[in-house]
């Protein structure tokens, strides 16, 4: 039995092995040779490589330490807001109100028995746990406050000639 390979068929398996063999010229020079390492297994964690493990440590300190620090900031927080919600509410600003209006009924008291049509030269209130009280000599006014509880005195000396409207 005799194979008949026509002309065609013989040129393209020629060019089929010329580009396979130009294929692997082509490979053969360009790829440089290749290189392997042994595969080393290491930790990534500092708590088990021990590398860099004090700056580890530190750095989980730090972050325990801000922690802290932010939670005692913000009960701080909560504290000074729970203050102002206290201090804002209606029954504290009546209060707040009321004893400014009572102090301003005393102030005009005062003011009126020392400076009023008929003067008084001296006087005297109690005032929560102090005893207030006042004279006049015709040039001063002596304002003396008595705190019952601990003993304490306090003298304020206005003189009387100062006082009056320019007009």
């Known amino acids: 039995m005799k194979?008949?390979?026509?002309?065609t068929e013989n040129q393209a398996n020629l060019f089929a092995g010329f580009l396979l063999s130009f294929m692997f010229a082509f490979t053969f020079c360009t790829v440089e040779q290749a290189q392997a390492d042994e595969i080393k297994f290491q930790f990534k964690s500092p708590s088990f490589s021990g590398i860099g493990t004090s700056a580890h440590y530190l750095t989980i300190e730090q972050q325990e330490f801000s922690r802290k620090q932010q939670l005692q900031a913000d009960l701080r927080a909560l504290e000074e807001q729970r203050k102002r919600d206290e201090e804002n509410s209606v029954i504290s600003r009546f209060t707040k109100n009321l004893e400014s209006r009572i102090f301003a009924q005393i102030s005009r008291q005062i003011v009126e028995q020392l400076f009023g049509e008929n003067p008084e030269t001296s006087g005297s209130f109690t005032l929560f746990d102090n005893i207030i009280s006042w004279s006049?000599?015709?040039t001063y006014i002596?304002?003396?406050i008595f705190n019952t509880l601990d003993g304490t005195t306090t003298e304020i000396i206005v003189p009387i000639g100062d006082f009056g409207f320019i007009g």
Do not use: E, F, Q, V
């Open 136 to 138: 006049s000599d015709g």
């Open 142 to 144: 002596t304002l003396t």
């Open 3 to 7: 194979i008949k390979i026509n002309k």
